[in-house]
């Protein structure tokens, strides 16, 4: 089917330069992970971010914030501005939502977004191609794979149309998301920096196919591997020359070149790496590149975070004892097990019971997520007492409270967090511990989540963030040292060990070879 739905655009003899194309764009976009209890509900897209028709394209423009009070440029940006350059294209914008890392979407929410993209492109008129923005890991209630049912609905609507998609870097390729003919694009970069960049280039590609100048051909590979390349940065081995050869083979042999490193947080049976190679009608070389690609990822397998980790209690030792480096800046602990922007739910405490007992005569910031607690407090006066369990109540089978006793000092509402409360506790030796409690996730990779609350992170020992990588860019100025610190949670490197895949998978298992796995996977 895969062929042939390429065969039926690719042989097209397409347009000329000159007549206009219209081209519609959309996104529908968000990261799960299948091991929290919380649903995600259409009301987590209103919150964070979503656009429709002409709003969406004028968030698009030179200047403006694609999504607002997060990214300025991404994938959609990219995408308008590139094609707006190549002259004789006309922009159709649909609809964007996304929604901030969390459990699956109930199956009402999908159908709902699902709906509104489709009755967008069925009134958008005659189009020429379809350009998506897609994370490539979002699960939902009773669906396998529910990136592949947009597409295929999106395909069956536009049988023939061009499609490209720019996908996560930890997107989750499937066979029924290949066989739709759409065109995907991943990140080159992690910590992911080139959304804007990657829309671009999808449009140049997606254009040059609807002109009829190209004909792409994809094939991929897909691995029985839940991880390795650690640390997975691009500027860093294991990775950075894997990483290299996909822009390289972009600039010569191939149209498109991504490694797909999985989320392994996902209810598929099917979860591992990827690699998908774009070629101008070349599928032996397409081949050729998609089977290098593979072998590089499974040379890289047993290269494992295990000793990337500290415990709690282990990483605020060495903290306490880098004192040069915090009269510098500041210590980054990274919650590894509780990473919100990876879906958990954010409400974990272990962290903070270990600063409150250990952290004597150091000033720390670290935030927790507890709506119940963030509403209660928020109308408090400034300077109030407040002695308050906080945490462990979206999660209390794997998360407990922390009673925080110490007063109010800010609070704040906006977008995305909610309502944000700040509570000084006092430890000993003149230490404090400066709680920031979030009534959405604890989205704290950008500095401004603590500074806004009249806090100052040059001025911290030791700074609590619940996310894996994108932090490392925005806290440059601050950070002197960073330690990942595993505390038991939903985003634990071994957590999905318990989802039933579908047969031996590194470094569950021991697997010899991955080609196997591969050619029943892709049968």
């Known amino acids: 089917m895969f062929r042939t739905i390429q065969s039926l655009f690719s042989r097209s003899k397409g347009h000329s330069n000159k007549k206009k194309l219209r081209i519609a764009i959309g996104r529908i976009a968000q990261e799960t992970n299948a091991l929290s209890p919380l649903f995600t509900e259409l009301s987590d897209f209103h919150t964070m971010h979503f656009l429709e028709g002409q709003d969406l394209l004028a968030a698009c423009r030179k200047g403006k914030d694609e999504v607002q009070g997060f990214m300025k440029n991404a994938e959609l940006s ?49 189009l020429d191609a379809i350009f998506l923005s897609m994370h490539g890991a979002m699960g939902a209630e009773g669906v396998f794979d529910p990136e592949a049912e947009i597409l295929q609905r999106v395909r069956a609507q536009h049988p023939t149309l061009p499609i490209a998609v720019t ?10 998301r ?32 609807a002109r009829g100048e190209i004909k792409p051909v994809t094939r991929w590979r897909t691995l029985p591997m839940m991880m390795g390349g650690s640390p997975t940065l691009d500027v860093l081995a294991p990775m950075r020359g894997i990483y290299a050869r996909c822009k390289k083979l972009e600039r010569g042999e191939a149209l498109g070149a991504s490694v797909f490193m999985c989320h392994p947080w996902l209810d598929a049976q099917m979860v591992g790496w990827s690699t998908v190679v774009i070629t101008d009608d070349n599928a032996t ?56 922007t990876a879906g958990a739910p954010g409400d974990s405490t272990e962290l903070m019971h270990a600063l409150a007992a250990q952290g004597g005569g150091m000033k720390s910031l670290i935030a927790v997520r507890d709506p119940e607690v963030a509403r209660a407090l928020f109308g408090r006066a400034v300077g109030s007492e407040v002695e308050i369990e906080v945490g462990g109540k979206l999660d209390p089978k794997r998360q407990r409270g922390f009673l925080a006793k110490g ?53 911290a020992d030791i700074i609590v963030v619940k996310n894996f990588f994108p932090f490392r860019l925005f806290y440059v100025p601050y950070a002197r040292k960073t330690i990942y610190v595993r505390t038991g949670g939903t985003t634990d490197v071994d957590a999905a060990y318990i989802i039933p895949f579908d047969g031996p998978i590194h470094p569950r298992e021991k697997v010899a070879d991955w080609r196997p796995t591969d050619a029943r996977r892709r049968a």
């Open 78 to 126: 990219g995408f308008v501005q590139r094609a707006e350059s190549m002259s004789h294209i006309e922009i159709i914008p649909i609809l964007s939502a996304w929604a901030i890392p969390s459990g699956p979407l109930s199956r009402a929410c999908l159908e709902t977004l699902t709906t509104k993209l489709l009755e967008g492109l069925a009134s958008a008129g005659p």
């Open 167 to 176: 996908l996560d870097l930890h997107a989750n390729m499937t066979k029924e």
């Open 178 to 209: 290949m066989a739709t003919g759409a065109l995907f694009f991943g990140y080159h970069t992690n910590p992911h920096r080139d959304h804007a960049a990657r829309g671009a280039h999808a449009a140049s590609i997606l254009i040059r196919t």
């Open 285 to 340: 070389r397409a081949d050729k590149l998609a089977e290098e690609l593979a072998d590089r990822c499974w040379a890289v397998k047993d290269t494992l975070p295990g000793d990337f980790f500290k415990t709690a209690d282990a990483a605020i030792q060495t903290a306490r004892s880098a004192r040069v480096r915090r009269k510098l800046g500041a210590i980054v602990l990274a919650d590894a097990s509780d990473v919100t």
């Open 407 to 459: 007063r109010v000092m800010r609070t704040r509402d906006d977008v995305g967090h909610g309502k944000r409360v700040r509570i000084d506790v006092p430890l000993k030796d003149g230490g404090v511990l400066h709680i920031v409690v979030t009534e959405g996730p604890a989205f704290n990779m950008k500095p401004s989540f603590y500074s806004e609350m009249g806090l100052a992170p040059h001025r």
